[in-house]
T-cell receptor, first 115, second 115 residues
Framework: GAGVSQSPSNKVTEKGKDVELRCDPISGHTALYWYRQSLGQGLEFLIYFQGNSAPDKSGLPSDRFSAERTGGSVSTLTIQRTQQEDSAVYLC?????????????FGPGTRLLVL | AQKITQTQPGMFVQEKEAVTLDCTYDTSDPSYGLFWYKQPSSGEMIFLIYQGSYDQQNATEGRYSLNFQKARKSANLVISASQLGDSAMYFCAMRKTNTGNQFYFGTGTSLTVIP
């Protein structure tokens, strides 16, 4: 079946512009995560959604970052007034449930470069 | 505070040999899960293996096994009979029940398999 998809695969923007990154999770997956991976670093948790519950936004680095998930499926991560330090790969992941042993399935990521 | 530590930024292994990638973690919770992921140059994160804190036996998945030493808080990944396709970044991650559904990732180890 189809995996997690993300778009665009690459995004180059100018400092101060807003960007939107999209994630299509695996059909039927109720949990959706966003991560940021800077060069040479591990994954930094940003936000996760579970069904209709309020999202866990504890990882968002500033109020310039926001995310929504419409209809319990597609999610959009928005970065306003982008800064050069926002340059990173943004990974989306989804899973079927929240059991401890349940792995996440990752998308290919969006590579964001802020000039 | 760093919850997952991977002390080997880069590792080399001869093809067909075994290699161990180190991972130590920090938690006082009795219930947690440990994961290993592979990230090839394409960027996508691939789930390899899972170990639960209450599991009595070390996890194995094909050529991957997890050397779980609970008292030492280590969860090293062992790859047997290395193949050229194993060259990638490898990330160790932990999930704890009391933090909801966040995954904590290490900084990764870059593995290069030499023909």
């Amino acid at each position: 079946g189809a995996g997690v998809s993300q778009s665009p695969s690459n995004k180059v923007t100018e400092k101060g512009k807003d960007v939107e990154l999209r994630c299509d999770p695996i059909s039927g997956h109720t949990a959706l995560y966003w991560y940021r991976q800077s060069l040479g670093q591990g994954l930094e948790f940003l936000i996760y959604f579970q069904g209709n519950s309020a999202p866990d936004k504890s990882g968002l680095p500033s109020d310039r970052f926001s995310a929504e998930r419409t209809g319990g499926s597609v999610s959009t991560l928005t970065i306003q007034r982008t800064q050069q330090e926002d340059s990173a790969v943004y990974l989306c992941a989804s899973s079927t449930r929240l059991a401890l042993q349940e792995t996440q399935y990752f998308g290919p990521g969006t590579r964001l470069l802020v000039l | 505070a760093q919850k997952i530590t991977q002390t080997q930024p880069g590792m080399f292994v001869q093809e067909k040999e075994a290699v161990t990638l180190d991972c130590t973690y920090d938690t006082s919770d009795p219930s947690y899960g440990l994961f290993w992921y592979k990230q090839p140059s394409s960027g996508e994160m691939i789930f390899l293996i899972y170990q639960g804190s209450y599991d009595q036996q070390n996890a194995t998945e094909g050529r991957y096994s997890l050397n779980f030493q609970k008292a030492r808080k280590s969860a090293n990944l062992v790859i047997s009979a290395s193949q050229l396709g194993d060259s990638a970044m490898y990330f160790c991650a932990m999930r704890k029940t009391n933090t909801g559904n966040q995954f904590y990732f290490g900084t990764g180890t870059s593995l290069t398999v030499i023909p």
